[in-house]
């Protein structure tokens, strides 16, 4: 169990560093494409880049949300039951990232 907890905590955070990555190199792209190849060759590609970096930029925003959310509740629900396994903050920040990470693929993909 400690295995798949492990998994999904470096999956969201995979995520999540891959997302901001990509949506700075694509509109990086989208400007030196523009720049070099002229606007009418490019206008229909960076459309197409451009609507898949804004949901990639959505599902980065969501996901963000949706850990927030998930830390406070894994927070609050230590402070109420007490239970040991979320005791310590680095464990409801992994947990926290795999909800986050489900949460978007279902959003996403649901």
Do not use: N
């Amino acid at each position: 169990m400690d295995l798949l907890k492990s998994l999904l905590a470096a999956f969201a955070a995979i995520g999540v560093a891959v997302g901001g990555s990509l949506f700075m190199l694509a509109i990086a792209v989208i400007v030196i494409c523009l720049i070099l190849t002229g606007f009418g060759a490019m206008l229909g590609l960076s459309v197409a880049i451009l609507w898949f970096i804004i949901q990639l930029g959505l599902a980065y925003i969501v996901g963000s949300i949706i850990h927030f959310v998930a830390e406070k509740i894994l927070a609050w629900l230590y402070d109420t039951t007490q239970v040991s396994f979320l005791a310590y903050p680095y464990q409801r920040h992994r947990v926290s990232l795999a909800v986050a990470v489900i949460g978007v693929l279902w959003i996403w993909f649901g």
